[in-house]
């Protein structure tokens, strides 16, 4: 059965770094999203990608997050100067159609930032 | 920000009985998923209700969309250990942004 992949499983970096977050959405589907999960706290939502541009954003996603698809098959997460608060687990999730259609989670990659 | 509340946070039962997790808001979603979540794994899609009032069900699972859309339910019949875990309910809004509920972590005792 098809599924997203992520990698890596998890991530350390320092205070201020950069670090890039990788996901192989399901072949098929459309939409593409970003989600985080501070430890103990619910899943927000973080960002939305539909044909090369982001749909939909939070207020969360802000100038140091950007997404990209570079070859049309990795989606990537990208933090630019990572702060503690960073630290999560980071989900990405795809969606056949888009819309009110459900969404297939990766299995996240843990950020911890020191 | 669209908010969905779960309740209970927490439920710990006996295998056997029955149990439902609420999910309220005060918002309309377009469509409304439950998720299930073990530790250091991503949610685990179940089902996905669109219409006001639909009910799915899922084996013992059952799953219940509000006639306003605002709310949903899912009821579990004779619970067992495997049922265990992290249940979320996450609401559909416009365009394509979705808000997760505050979960409800379900303990199934042998």
């Known amino acids: 059965e098809p599924e997203v992949t992520q990698t890596p499983s998890h991530q350390v970096t320092q205070m201020g770094q950069e670090v890039i977050l990788r996901c192989v959405p399901i072949?098929?589907?459309?939409?593409f999203y970003w989600y985080r999960q501070i430890l103990g706290q619910k899943v927000e939502f973080l960002v939305s990608?539909?044909?090369?541009?982001?749909?939909?954003k939070s207020e969360i996603f802000d100038d140091q997050f950007s997404v990209e698809r570079p070859d049309g098959s990795n989606f990537t997460l990208k933090i630019r100067s990572t702060k503690l608060e960073d630290s999560a687990m980071y989900f990405c999730?795809?969606?056949?159609?888009?819309?009110?259609?459900?969404?297939?989670f990766g299995p996240g990659t843990r950020l911890t930032v020191t | 920000t669209q908010l969905l509340e779960q309740s209970p946070q927490f439920l710990s039962i006996q295998e056997g009985e029955n149990l439902t997790v609420y999910c309220n808001s005060s918002s309309v979603f377009s469509s409304l998923q439950w998720y299930r979540q073990e530790p250091g794994e991503g949610p685990v899609l179940l089902v996905t209700v669109v219409t006001g009032g639909e009910v799915k069900k899922l084996k013992r699972l059952t799953f219940q969309f509000g006639d306003a859309r605002k709310d949903s339910s899912l009821h579990i019949t004779a619970a067992q250990p495997g049922d265990t875990g992290l249940y979320l309910c996450a609401g559909g809004a416009t365009g394509n942004q979705f808000y997760f509920g505050t979960g409800t972590s379900l303990t199934v005792i042998p």
């Open positions: 072949s098929n589907h459309l939409y």
């Open positions: 990608f539909y044909n090369n541009e982001i749909s939909e």
């Open positions: 999730a795809s969606n056949p159609l888009g819309g009110t259609y459900e969404q297939y």
